[in-house]
């Protein structure tokens, strides 16, 4: 079955820059290709939340509070879905996931993000 994995978070001061990687595992490359690809975000007390989205066409959309600051990405070659994350927050601070559209695959592990002010 396919498999998520995130990685790349860290401890950022405000201001700082982050790149997460999502690597999608034992999905075939035309599965990859073809679907929209998600980066979600979910902080301690609060339901998980769409951050950005990026298409196969590479058409992009992001959550208001974001905009102008983050970038997500995408790799074929690598199976491989990035975001960008420049001008950090206080509020950024969450575990970061990826996944596609409907249908989704099972979550991975979330790579945690804390920015420090």
């Known amino acids: 079955q396919a498999q998520l994995v995130e990685s790349g978070g860290g401890l950022v001061q405000a201001g700082g820059s982050l790149r997460l990687s999502c690597k999608a595992s034992?999905?075939?490359?035309?599965?990859?290709?073809?679907?929209?690809w998600s980066w979600y975000r979910q902080a301690p007390g609060k339901q998980r939340e769409l951050v950005a989205t990026?298409?196969?066409?590479?058409?992009?959309n992001y959550l208001d509070s974001v905009k102008g600051r983050f970038t997500i990405s995408r790799d074929s070659a690598r199976k491989t879905v990035y975001l960008q994350m420049d001008s950090l927050r206080p509020e950024d601070t969450a575990v970061y996931y990826c996944?596609?559209?409907?249908?989704?695959?099972?979550w991975g592990q979330g790579t945690q993000v804390t920015v420090s002010s």
């Open positions: 996944n596609r559209g409907t249908p989704q695959l099972p």
């Open positions: 990026v298409t196969g066409g590479r058409d992009t």
């Open positions: 034992r999905l075939i490359t035309s599965t990859f290709n073809s679907a929209i």
